[in-house]
């Protein structure tokens, strides 16, 4: 079989011709080396960042009831992900790219599959959450039930991430199992059923016993198999990445455009202030003797509380004139809001992008340079993707205390 390329979900295999030879690991390529040192390096590095920053999350969670906000919710969430695509698919990636075998057996292989690509579906998910969750945080700002709303909100977006991605990765239980080719006794892949059928494929067809008319049958099942591949693989790159992209992407448009909608007032409620910052915002009403109530931020929340000083609102009139601390907390809120909305989109599609668009590439690909440049590059890309964990919890969590 010629050198192919299959674009599988989680990356993308290359499926040997074996000239009745056993495939030698120690002939391998220098991307391949620096696939192996990304993966190693972000295990060493993402492990212990995300267990920090999920046993940090927890505790604060769990430590009082004013603490269970909803963006703490999703992070920890996120973390569980990571968690996944840490210890789960780093792991056997390094093994599989240091030996070229895999050794786990079927039921092995189709979990891990399964559970690589839903680790991928819940990060993306997530994130996606996050960013919808502060745009409806944004738009409910004069809702009385918006804050008590929040929670419901969150969990039903988790369920649905859960489910979502729970059903889109089950097809890999189907779709991939561990072959091992007639010729190479010693040699054992976990791979999808495409890629197998290629495989048989060009060996029947170079067959000198199969006649002409059974090579335009073949001919066609292969042409039938490879639009399903197609479709399957861009149905997967859809969901996985572009979908969640468009809907980060909007998220955050409509809320930078309603924090400076906001700043160019020149009067808004102090609810607007506390729903627009990018964390939500643990707040102590006092009242004070002249029956003004002041908004104090509660200083053990999360990275936002820094930019939140006092906000004295006059509660005898429904809308009270903002004074220049009010306006200099908008113009915070914009900043910060900003800065962290450039910082997930930056980390998402910078180490997601590279590797969706040569896979759609791929997909397409009818020439035999373009899927040879993708043989070397689209596995080391792939790599990237893991390093998102890594960037993660230096975002959502260890970042917090240098905001405060």
């Known amino acids: 079989m010629n050198d192919r390329t299959i674009c599988s979900n989680d990356s993308c295999l290359a499926s040997q011709q074996s000239d009745g030879q056993g495939f030698d690991p120690v002939n391998r390529l220098t991307a391949d080396l620096v696939e192996i040192s990304i993966y190693i390096l972000c295990l060493c590095t993402g492990g212990p960042l995300n267990i920090i920053s999920f046993i940090r999350s927890t505790r604060l969670y769990r430590s009082d009831q004013r603490n269970r906000s909803q963006i703490l919710l999703l992070r920890i969430h996120l973390n569980i992900a990571d968690l996944l695509t840490m210890f789960i698919y780093t792991p056997t990636q390094i093994i599989w790219m240091t030996t070229f075998q895999w050794y786990g057996g079927d039921i092995l292989c189709r979990i891990c599959k399964f559970f690589y690509t839903f680790s991928f579906y819940l990060n993306s998910f997530v994130i996606a959450g996050i960013a ?83 090579k335009h049958i073949l001919a066609a099942s292969y042409m039938q198999v490879h639009r399903w591949e197609k479709v399957y693989n861009m149905a997967h790159l859809l969901l996985l990445f572009w979908i969640p992209s468009l809907i980060i992407a909007f998220s955050y448009i409509l809320i930078i455009c309603k924090l400076n909608s906001l700043k160019r ?37 999360s990275c936002g509380e820094s930019c939140l000083e006092s906000v004295v609102l006059n509660t005898s009139t429904s809308r009270s004139r903002v004074g220049p601390i009010a306006r200099q907390t908008i113009h915070k809120a914009t900043k910060n809001a900003k800065r962290q909305a450039a910082l997930i989109l930056v980390a998402y599609l910078t180490l997601w992008s590279p590797y969706n668009v040569m896979a759609v590439m791929n997909t397409f690909a009818t020439s035999s340079e373009g899927r040879e440049m993708v043989l070397v590059t689209l596995p080391f890309l792939n790599a990237l993707i893991v390093v998102n964990p890594v960037v993660n919890p230096l975002i959502y969590g260890l970042c917090q205390s240098h905001a405060k």
């Open 265 to 301: 007032e020149k009067s808004a409620p102090s609810s607007q202030l506390r729903a627009l910052l990018p964390p939500p915002y643990k707040q102590e009403r006092r009242s004070s003797l002249n029956g003004n109530v002041a908004i104090m931020p509660n200083m053990q929340t």
């Open 132 to 214: 919808i969750d502060r745009a409806c945080s944004a738009y409910r700002i004069n809702s009385l039930k918006g804050f008590e709303s929040a929670n419901r909100r969150v969990r039903r977006t988790l369920i649905a991430a859960y489910m979502g991605a729970t059903i889109f990765s089950i097809p890999q239980l189907f779709i991939f199992r561990v072959f091992q080719p007639a010729e190479m006794a010693e040699f054992r892949q976990c791979t999808p059923v495409w890629t197998i059928f290629a495989y048989e494929y060009d060996l029947r067809i170079q067959s000198p016993r199969t006649t002409e008319r059974e």
